[in-house]
């Protein structure tokens, strides 16, 4: 069955930092997503992706961060100036249209 | 604003006691209500779609079913691998491809 796969599974990084989380989607989906959860809290939306661009966002992604598929099968979240409150399990989804999303396994995010 | 709501937070049933999960929703033009399963450090693993009141899905000991204000995850005669989180999320006119998750169901099956 296919599967988005993200990299790294476990990212430790120092307050100020940039971090890039990488993300391969599956191949013939066209949305790509990124989502948040704080340990113990709802998993929040960040971003969505189509057609090389970004078609919504919310409030937390402000202009720290950023994405890009920089080559037709990777999609990147990079965050420029990480902060403790950045910490967090980050996924990645991917979609072909309406029907429910393919998660990957998340990337752990502990700033310290 | 949207809004989702689980109930109960927690539940833990002895093997082959079924039950029923609550999801409340308050939302702008349901676009669809998705179940999902999270097993601990893992991504949501899709279950069902539901779209309109009076709908039903089933897979395996899981039925879901759809009113116009809530959806029910009904578990038949559960085993300890059911064990797991369960998410309800929905996508409505105001958020277009995306979801608005509720906070789960941690349930715990015990053999």
């Known amino acids: 069955e296919p599967e988005v796969t993200q990299t790294p599974s476990h990212q430790v990084t120092q307050m100020g930092q940039e971090v890039i989380l990488r993300c391969v989607p599956i191949?013939?989906?066209?949305?790509f997503y990124w989502y948040r959860q704080i340990l113990g809290q709802k998993v929040e939306f960040l971003v969505s992706f189509y057609n090389n661009e970004i078609s919504e966002k919310s409030e937390i992604f402000d202009d720290q961060f950023s994405v890009e598929r920089p080559d037709g099968s990777n999609f990147t979240l990079k965050i420029r100036s990480t902060k403790l409150e950045d910490s967090a399990m980050y996924f990645c989804?991917?979609?072909?249209?309406?029907?429910?999303?393919?998660f990957g396994s998340g990337t752990r995010l502990t700033v310290v | 604003e949207d809004q989702v709501t689980q109930s109960p937070e927690a539940l833990r049933l002895q093997e082959g006691e079924s039950s029923s999960l609550n999801c409340s929703y308050t939302?702008?033009?349901?676009?669809?209500l998705f179940w999902y399963r999270q097993d601990p450090g893992k991504g949501p693993e899709f279950l069902f779609t539901l779209y309109s009141a009076g709908e039903e899905k089933e897979k395996e000991r899981l039925k879901a079913t759809l009113t116009k204000k809530e959806s029910f995850l009904h578990i038949t005669a559960p085993k300890p691998e059911d064990s797991a989180t369960y998410l309800c999320a929905v996508r409505s006119d105001n958020y277009g491809q995306n979801f608005v998750f509720g906070p789960g169901t941690r349930l715990s099956v015990l053999p």
């Open positions: 191949s013939n989906h066209l949305y």
């Open positions: 939302v702008s033009g349901l676009r669809g």
């Open positions: 989804a991917s979609s072909e249209g309406s029907r429910g999303y393919t």
